[in-house]
Antibody, heavy 113, light 109 residues
Framework: EVQLVESGGGSVQPGGSLRLSCAAPGFTFNSYWMHWVRQAPGKGLVWVAR????????GYADFVRGRFTISRDNVKNTLYLQMYSLRAEDTAVYYC??????WGQGTLVTVSS | QAVVTQEPSLTVSPGGTVTLTCGSS?????????PYWLQQKPGQGPRTLVYDISKRPSWTPARFSGYLLGDKAALTLSGAQPEDEAEYYCLLSSMGFLVFGGGTKLTVL
């Protein structure tokens, strides 16, 4: 069974940065569109960003555009989310998602002073 | 950007049938929205249950079926099991963006 593994979460102060990674061993990573989805504590799922299988098409939710950057390395089979200018409202579990049906277990990002 | 609407909560009896729906503030939900249904149980990450209206990954039980119903996407659970108690999210693709609904909390009781 394919397992996506996120890492890089943690606690950071407002205005800080973090880079999330999503490793996809044993997965034909370069064939899949990949997304980041987040979930604030006790809240619903929210789409964050997407990237095409070859990296040629990228899109962001309005609330992260200009602050977050999605990228991928198809040699390392890894998806990234570089997050800058973090705010308290970015506190959430971040999931990577290989469309249509592969999900990671999530990594928690906490933005607090 | 579209707002995706779902029933906040539904209850079904064990062995019973229930239908969850998913609407869009911009109009009818169509095949061009590539509707997804995701299941999330407490303390777990989400799992894709249905995609592209009606396609099921190999792990999705046949008792779940997705389809278009009027101007909405729908998910019917036939023969509910206790393990089906979960939050169910609809997801629509809209003008290059993906939008989740607020989720339906399904209770099997």
């Amino acid at each position: 069974e394919v397992q996506l593994v996120e890492s890089g979460g943690g606690s950071v102060q407002p205005g800080g940065s973090l880079r999330l990674s999503c490793a996809a061993p044993g997965f034909t990573f370069n064939s899949y569109w990949m997304h980041w989805v987040r979930q604030a504590p006790g809240k619903g799922l929210v789409w964050v960003a997407r990237i095409r299988s070859d990296g040629s098409d990228i899109g962001y939710a309005d609330f992260v555009r200009g602050r977050f950057t999605i990228s991928r390395d198809n040699v390392k089979n890894t998806l990234y989310l570089q997050m800058y200018s973090l705010r308290a409202e970015d506190t959430a579990v971040y999931y990577c998602w290989g469309v249509p049906d592969y999900w990671g277990q999530g990594t928690l990002v906490t933005v607090s002073s | 950007q579209a707002v995706v609407t779902q029933e906040p909560s539904l209850t079904v009896s064990p062995g019973g049938t229930v239908t969850l729906t998913c609407g869009s503030s911009t109009g009818a939900v169509t095949s061009g929205h590539y509707p997804y249904w995701l299941q999330q149980k407490p303390g777990q990450g989400p799992r894709t249950l249905v995609y592209d209206i009606s396609k099921r990954p190999s792990w999705t039980p046949a008792r779940f079926s997705g389809y278009l119903l009027g101007d909405k996407a729908a998910l019917t659970l036939s023969g509910a099991q206790p393990e089906d108690e979960a939050e169910y999210y609809c997801l629509l693709s809209s003008m290059g963006f993906l939008v989740f609904g607020g989720g339906t909390k399904l209770t099997v009781l």
